[in-house]
């Protein structure tokens, strides 16, 4: 692997991620001592495409003065090979725990034109599963094999070709998560740059490709042994640490209250008002209120359900802080000026969705 | 042995003989003759009596021997209809017989390596025409068209899985272009043999990624693309000792020697000409096809002048103006007109009705009739009509009505007005 750093693009894409990490590391340590991270909140992501266009240059204009050793290459590659594993695992744990692509019934309830691009995208992996659940066990094997002395390069390309599909869709639905999704792009062609050549003798030129994974002269045993144990230490770290973070955002979902579902405010006027048409209380205590001229209000609410009272309220005031009645699919409180509001329960067709693989499971059951 | 190639080290032992043989018998009863009348229409005719056949066998196999339902024979051209699975079955069994007679009439010792690179040959061609239909219906958008003013009228909801993968895929023309372009590139490299692992390889990606969403959207043909992702599986294997020799055993892979089916340069030169004339013949084929679809259509939109959203405004039947009740089951909240003549009313409980419009050529009058029901008809004469309102009054059903609609902006819909943005300050909502 360590003779074919002399392609450009090999040292070119170790010199950037050099210069990237150091990049990164020169502008937060220069927020840390000048302004103790008070603009890093703000301007943070400027920062990174920054690092990235600095990192880019300064690979370029030294692509060819760098001298690096076998070992430091070994060790550029495993810090590169750990933050795609990570970024795989935590992206795949997101699919499989219904983080990523979650359908609220509001979203649910609202026609397709009035969506977002995105939306539109997260939608349409949101209504099924089993579809995300396989590009998450990608992922998931990608990221983990990546450690692999045998398979590194072919999980390197499944990893790539996963990633250039989710790229695309980056591009024409315009999602947020275009420049982490490049990077990762960038960091697996990183991985398979030494092996380019055999890649092309072996699915182009059909010519003898030898074999592709060298043993490392540089460990002895024990060093080897180590280093796999360190190794399967950081991928359980990584899935606990996913799973973590993950579980914290979907708990709440996981608990809805009483009221969770859509209400029809009855006997509603249909006027280009700001009167409310429906209500969406959702799993995580948001609630949606849709006025009469379909403009939708983002709101959270608290249930207090040993005393029946009702608290709903949005950026700027309470909406509603009232006592409630239910009464299976009629719900009654009173907003503000002493406007009752009377409200029916109904449903919102959801195409059978299963949300995450807790739900699965227990359907499956 | 210093190659691999895929005729080089075939066993011609009594099993791999009689599994040629079945796959054979197989896919030229399955494969035979649709491309080719698919691809020179004038031909379609010539092979009905071969198409008559199949029509006849298979409800007949299916219905006398493994007892199914009604096997209607107008499903031949279907996706996954009871007849395709019935004809899978069937093709399944008379392959097999048919290659125990050939293994009993055929037994002299001898290689098959010119029938297997002529049997690789023609899924190589069968596979690429097929593909490249699709790939062209994506590139030029008349597969997943964007979506209409029902659809986006239609909450998420209350969508099927595969209208929602038709919609998801209709509203991006780039990501249409990409996928199809994928289809085109991987369906051309497999019809030269210096390309032809890559491009069975892409093929591989592409149709799994389909496969896959056929099979979790519920689109209907599950069957087929099930069958073209095995023989692109099928071109890339041909390759496989090599493939696994370097992705997955870190052996060394030997170099590949290819198989020569012509002894004279003359009839290799005579080949490559008709090669080249066929990719011509069918990347403009499919071109103009697909351009001529994608003309008819827009023509067919100009000739609705009626077509768009419009609100309900007011609503007057038997003379009494009805108030708009979210509650309310007569009145309605919305019409929708779209192209060619087809009407979707939504009431104001958010139920929605499917009728047939006609505008007369004065454009005066129009009737709307239900779905389903041709002797429902309701007479309406066009009072106003111009850019925002359009108000007709006449009967419906019994009662007299008279509608006053205002029409919506479409680009009001974020999906028809976001376009494209590099940098995304705010998160999904």
């Not at chain 1, 695309?168 to 490049?182: A, G, Q």
């Not at chain 1, 640490?241 to 009483?258: D, E, F």
């Not at chain 1, 608290?302 to 299976?328: C, G, M, P, R």
């Not at chain 2, 009494?320 to 779209?338: G, Q, V, Y």
Request: charged share 15%; aromatic share 16%.
């Amino acid at each position: 692997m360590i003779d074919k750093y002399n392609y450009t693009a090999q040292r070119v894409l170790t010199n950037w991620i050099i210069f990237f990490i150091v990049s990164l590391t020169a502008y937060l340590l220069f927020c840390y001592l000048v302004t103790d991270f008070a603009y890093v909140n703000t301007t943070d992501k400027y920062a990174y495409q920054a690092a990235v266009a600095i990192a880019l240059i300064a690979a370029l204009l030294t692509k060819s003065s760098l001298n690096l050793n076998e070992k430091l290459i070994y060790y550029i590659r495993l810090s590169v090979k750990c933050t795609l594993c990570y970024l795989l695992i935590y992206y795949s744990l997101s699919k499989l725990m219904g983080v990523m692509f979650t359908n609220s019934i509001s979203e649910l309830d609202a026609p397709l034109g009035a969506a977002r691009p995105i939306t539109l995208c997260w939608r349409f992996f949101g209504a099924n599963w089993q579809f995300m659940a396989i590009i998450a066990a990608g992922q998931l094997l990608a990221g983990i094999f990546l450690f692999s002395k045998k398979y590194q390069y072919f999980a390197a390309i499944a990893a790539f070709l996963l990633l250039a599909f989710i790229f695309v869709l980056d591009i024409f639905y315009i999602t947020h998560l275009l420049i982490p999704v490049s990077m990762m792009l960038l960091l697996c062609l990183y991985l398979l740059t030494p092996v380019w050549s055999s890649i092309e003798n072996v699915l182009l030129n059909k010519k003898q490709v030898l074999p592709f994974a060298p043993a490392l002269t540089f460990f002895n045993k024990k060093a080897k042994a180590i280093n796999v144990v360190l190794i399967i230490f950081f991928i359980s770290l990584s899935s606990f640490i996913s799973y973590q973070r993950t579980y914290k955002m979907i708990a709440p979902y996981l608990r809805p209250t009483i009221l969770f579902g859509g209400w029809k405010v009855k006997s509603a006027l249909l006027l280009s008002d700001s009167s409310w048409s429906k209500l969406y209380f959702e799993e995580d205590n948001t609630c949606v209120i849709k006025l009469q001229n379909e403009t939708l209000l983002y709101a959270t609410f608290s249930l207090d359900t040993i005393f029946k009272k009702i608290s709903i309220k949005d950026e700027n005031s309470i909406l509603v802080n009232s006592a409630y009645i239910l009464q299976t699919d009629k719900l009654s409180f009173t907003k503000p000026g002493n406007d009752t509001v009377l409200l029916q329960k109904f449903t919102i067709p959801n195409l059978g969705i299963q949300k995450n693989m807790f739900n699965f499971f227990k359907n499956e059951k | 042995m210093d190659y691999t190639n895929y005729t080089g080290y075939v066993n011609w032992g009594l099993k791999n003989k009689i599994a040629l043989r079945f796959f054979i018998i197989f896919f030229v009863l399955l494969a035979f003759p649709f491309m080719i009348d698919a691809y020179i229409p004038v031909l379609s005719k010539a092979f009905d009596w071969y198409y008559d056949i199949y029509k006849t066998a298979v409800p007949w196999f299916g219905e006398k021997i493994l007892h199914t339902t009604y096997i209607d024979p107008g499903d031949f051209y279907g996706g996954d209809t009871l007849f395709s699975y019935v004809m899978i079955i069937l093709l399944f069994i008379v392959a097999f017989t048919g290659a125990a007679i050939w293994s009993i009439i055929d037994q002299k010792p001898r290689n098959y390596n010119h029938l297997l690179y002529w049997f690789t040959l023609s899924i190589r061609y069968y596979l690429a025409l097929i593909i490249l239909m699709y790939g062209f219906g994506k590139v030029i958008q008349t597969q997943f068209p964007y979506p209409n003013l029902f659809k986006l009228n239609q909450t998420f909801g209350t969508q099927l899985p595969m209208g929602l993968l038709w919609s998801f895929m209709g509203f991006s023309k780039s990501y249409n272009f990409f996928t199809g372009m994928a289809e085109v590139v991987g369906a051309l490299l497999i019809l030269f043999r210096r390309t032809l692992t890559i491009g069975a390889l892409i093929l591989v990606t592409v149709l799994s990624n389909v496969v896959m969403l056929n099979f979790c959207y519920d689109v209907s043909v599950k069957l087929y693309s099930s069958l073209e992702l095995t023989m692109a599986m099928f071109l890339a294997g041909l390759d496989y000792k090599r493939l696994l020799n370097v992705f997955f055993k870190n052996k060394t892979a030997l170099p590949l020697v290819e198989f020569k089916p012509f002894s004279k340069p003359t009839y290799f030169f005579i080949s490559r000409i008709i090669k080249w004339l066929l990719i011509v013949y069918v990347l403009f084929y499919n071109y103009k096809e697909n351009a001529a679809y994608l003309a008819s259509t827009a023509e067919i939109t100009k000739k609705q002048p009626l077509r768009g959203i419009y609100d309900v405004e007011i609503f007057v039947l038997n003379n009494d103006t009805i108030a708009p009740l979210t509650t309310d089951t007569i009145r309605w909240r919305k019409l929708i007109i779209e192209y060619p003549n087809r009407a979707q009313i939504k009431l104001m409980n958010d139920s929605t009705r499917g009728y047939t419009v006609t505008l007369d050529n004065t454009g005066k009058s129009l009737v709307l009739m239900r779905n389903g029901d041709t002797l429902q008809k309701n007479y309406f004469k066009v009072v106003k009509h111009n850019i925002n309102l359009l108000q007709f009054k006449g009967n419906w059903k019994t009662d007299s009505l008279t509608v006053t609609l205002k029409k919506m902006d479409e680009n009001k819909y974020l999906l028809n007005s976001r376009g494209f943005n590099w940098i995304n300050e705010t998160l999904n909502r």
